[in-house]
């Protein structure tokens, strides 16, 4: 029987993990997370802030500039990061890239009271989007309307919307729970009470409407609310395994603000080496042909005890 959290003990999640596993995590050093890229799985480092940003931000050009009225792509995208956002305006702008043919997919919303959350509501991820991006490009150029696609509470046209065009890159970060968008460890309740779902049958949920572990609460409160955890919905929409294996590629970005130096470890060790486990559902893209992580350098430090 695996141990019980030692941060929410009805929960999985990576503290139930093997304990060789997380000290193997902490002792990497940067060098070694450099090295250790395989087939399937690339490793890339930034040195600037600028050159971290404007990456992230030009896979949304490359995926828009695929895009032909007989073969539409586009990409899906998160809410944290957020500072490509701006940038992918601007440059579709200066650039003036039509995207009639293009779409977008953003990755998640809240839902409080069985019901996504709406235009109105500040930590809102579609008002985001909206708010740093959309409503910067020039209309002349934007995509059609139906073509920004929103998971809701009842994710039906959002998951039908995944067969309109081809999702050229999914973005991501990694939240403190070792998510991509909410797709949290499940409750440790059920048929899941001694052993977390395993990678098979994680990977059939679809777009749904999902329970947030209390750690993802913490961690949104902290970056978008001043740390007013009472403001942060329990629940969320999110998309799911079967949407994000529809995607030619899995983007994953760190800036080193969403999870800690230990957490960016521990899911790249899992990756290549092919260890998928839902208590820390990124690694289960371990699994997934193509994947990328992207690091900004100065943002990681070494996985060491330091008191202040």
Same mark, same amino acid.
């Given at each position: 029987?695996?141990?019980?959290?030692?941060?929410?003990?009805?929960?999985?999640?990576?503290? =139930?993990?093997?304990?060789?596993? *997380?000290?193997? &995590?902490? /002792?990497?050093?940067?060098?070694?997370? %450099?090295?250790?890229?395989? #087939?399937?799985?690339?490793?890339?480092?930034?040195?600037?802030?600028?050159?971290?940003?404007?990456?992230?931000?030009?896979?949304?050009?490359?995926?828009?500039?695929?895009?032909?009225?007989?073969?539409?792509?586009?990409?899906?995208?998160?809410?944290?990061?957020?500072?490509?956002?701006?940038?992918?305006?601007?440059?579709?702008?200066?650039?003036?890239?039509?995207?009639?043919?293009?779409?977008?997919?953003?990755?998640?919303?809240?839902?409080?009271?069985?019901?996504? =959350?709406?235009?109105?509501?500040? *930590?809102?991820? &579609?008002? /985001?989007?909206?708010?740093?991006?959309? %409503?910067?490009?020039?209309? #002349?150029?934007?995509?059609?309307?139906?073509?920004?696609?929103?998971?809701?509470?009842?994710?039906?046209?959002?998951?039908?919307?995944?067969?309109?065009?081809?999702?050229?890159?999914?973005?991501?970060?990694?939240?403190?729970?070792?998510?991509?968008?909410?797709?949290?460890?499940?409750?440790?309740?059920?048929?899941?009470?001694?052993?977390?779902?395993?990678?098979?049958?994680?990977?059939?949920?679809?777009?749904?409407?999902?329970?947030?572990?209390?750690?993802?609460?913490?961690?949104?409160?902290?970056?978008?609310?001043?740390?007013?955890?009472q403001n942060v919905p329990t629940q969320a929409v999110t998309v799911g395994p079967q949407e994000t294996w529809m995607a030619e590629k899995v983007s994953i970005w760190h800036p080193g603000v969403h999870d800690n130096d230990f957490g960016m470890r521990l899911s790249t060790l899992m990756i290549s080496k092919k260890i998928p486990d839902s208590s820390v559902p990124m690694s289960l893209l371990a699994d997934h042909d193509n994947v990328q992580f992207n690091f900004l350098r100065p943002a990681m430090n070494e996985c060491t005890i330091e008191?202040?």
């Amino acid at each position: 029987m695996r141990p019980l959290s030692t941060i929410a003990p009805e929960w999985w999640d990576y503290t =139930t993990l093997d304990r060789e596993i *997380l000290d193997d &995590a902490a /002792a990497l050093t940067i060098k070694d997370i %450099s090295e250790m890229g395989r #087939d399937g799985f690339t490793i890339k480092f930034y040195d600037t802030v600028e050159d971290f940003f404007l990456a992230e931000a030009l896979e949304y050009i490359t995926s828009w500039q695929a895009a032909t009225a007989d073969q539409p792509t586009g990409i899906c995208g998160p809410i944290g990061p957020t500072e490509q956002l701006p940038l992918v305006a601007r440059l579709v702008n200066e650039l003036e890239l039509d995207l009639k043919n293009c779409h977008f997919w953003g990755m998640d919303e809240w839902v409080v009271d069985g019901k996504e =959350t709406g235009m109105d509501f500040p *930590l809102g991820f &579609a008002k /985001a989007d909206w708010d740093l991006c959309f %409503s910067r490009i020039r209309k #002349d150029l934007l995509m059609p309307e139906e073509n920004i696609h929103f998971p809701a509470a009842d994710p039906t046209a959002y998951i039908k919307s995944w067969n309109d065009a081809t999702c050229k890159v999914m973005q991501g970060g990694q939240g403190e729970i070792k998510h991509w968008a909410f797709n949290d460890p499940l409750r440790r309740e059920g048929e899941y009470k001694d052993q977390p779902p395993t990678p098979e049958q994680y990977r059939q949920l679809a777009t749904r409407v999902v329970d947030l572990h209390p750690m993802t609460q913490i961690q949104n409160a902290r970056t978008s609310g001043g740390g007013a955890v009472q403001n942060v919905p329990t629940q969320a929409v999110t998309v799911g395994p079967q949407e994000t294996w529809m995607a030619e590629k899995v983007s994953i970005w760190h800036p080193g603000v969403h999870d800690n130096d230990f957490g960016m470890r521990l899911s790249t060790l899992m990756i290549s080496k092919k260890i998928p486990d839902s208590s820390v559902p990124m690694s289960l893209l371990a699994d997934h042909d193509n994947v990328q992580f992207n690091f900004l350098r100065p943002a990681m430090n070494e996985c060491t005890i330091e008191m202040h």
